[in-house]
């Protein structure tokens, strides 16, 4: 399936005039998650962001939902990027190089694949790694998503409360190269305890608006840290990209 994709590059970093210029991202973040984008930027690594429209698995053992559904955004997202280059290739050679010959999903006037202007065009991007991850909460079998509507995320949180769950995250790097390239993936898990919740208390965080888009209906570096007792594991995964499994998959990342 082709991907709508669209972003910017981050991050800024001060130039030696006293200006701020874009750094050259070092890989691609197939999510549009911002709790996902705030953490590499948290720990300062500069990136790109295309944002895959892919059907994701909601059923099975977690581990493998949260891996499949990493490798389609990844994949998909590498679908584009490919298929950019290539475009960019073949409309350069008809047109003489013409500025933005080959353009895939960038916003007006990026002239490139998703990037902002002068940021992230199609030969920027190409050779880039590209990140895909995904995240959901288990409570044995049964697996939490994103809620549908307010009575679908009271009806997980009241699951949830006064239990132990899982929060498992995917990931998949896939990294250009020679012969396709290669295709790499790492799982990780959080235990999560809620301390146990009342109606009014259920219906106090619901009423936030802090659940939607959420993993499971709540945010633990929000509002939603007040339904948690105790937590086993990476903060960060259940915040939504575990980073010490990242720099398993990725130690280059951190390299300045």
């Given at each position: 399936m082709r991907s709508a994709c669209s972003s910017r590059t981050w991050r800024e970093s001060a130039s030696p005039e006293g200006g701020r210029?874009?750094?050259?991202?070092?890989?691609?973040?197939?999510?549009?998650?911002?709790?996902?984008?705030?953490?590499?930027?948290?720990?300062?690594?500069?990136?790109?962001?295309?944002?895959?429209?892919?059907?994701?698995?909601?059923?099975?053992?977690?581990?493998?939902?949260?891996?499949?559904?990493?490798?389609?955004?990844?994949?998909?997202v590498a679908g584009i990027v490919s298929?950019?280059?290539?475009?960019?290739?073949?409309?350069?050679?008809?047109?003489?190089?013409?500025?933005?010959?080959?353009?895939?999903?960038?916003?007006?006037?990026?002239?490139?694949?998703?990037?902002?202007?002068?940021?992230?065009?199609?030969d920027e991007v190409g050779g880039l790694p590209i990140l895909g991850v995904d995240t959901v909460v288990s409570l044995g079998a049964r697996i939490f998503g994103k809620p549908?509507?307010?009575?679908?995320a009271a009806e997980m949180l009241a699951a949830l409360a006064g239990r132990r769950h899982v929060v498992f995250s995917g990931l998949c790097l896939i990294e250009p190269g020679p012969a396709g390239g290669r295709t790499r993936t790492a799982a990780a898990q959080t235990v999560v305890e809620f301390r146990a919740l009342d109606r009014s208390a259920?219906?106090?965080?619901?009423?936030?608006?802090?659940?939607?888009?959420?993993?499971?209906?709540?945010?633990?570096?929000?509002?939603?840290?007040?339904?948690?007792?105790?937590?086993?594991?990476?903060?960060?995964?259940?915040v939504g990209l575990p980073v010490s499994t990242l720099l398993d998959l990725a130690p280059w990342v951190m390299s300045g």
């Open positions: 210029g874009l750094i050259a991202p070092r890989l691609i973040l197939a999510s549009a998650s911002p709790q996902r984008r705030a953490i590499l930027e948290q720990i300062g690594v500069p990136f790109t962001v295309r944002i895959p429209a892919v059907p994701e698995l909601a059923e099975g053992p977690p581990a493998e939902v949260v891996l499949e559904n990493a490798y389609r955004k990844a994949a998909a298929a950019g280059r290539q475009g960019g290739e073949a409309g350069a050679s008809r047109a003489g190089g013409e500025a933005g010959a080959g353009a895939v999903g960038g916003e007006a006037g990026a002239g490139g694949l998703g990037g902002e202007a002068g940021a992230g065009g199609v549908r509507d307010e009575a679908h259920l219906d106090a965080y619901v009423a936030t608006g802090e659940w939607q888009g959420r993993a499971g209906a709540y945010a633990i570096q929000g509002v939603g840290a007040t339904l948690v007792n105790r937590i086993e594991g990476d903060y960060l995964g259940v």
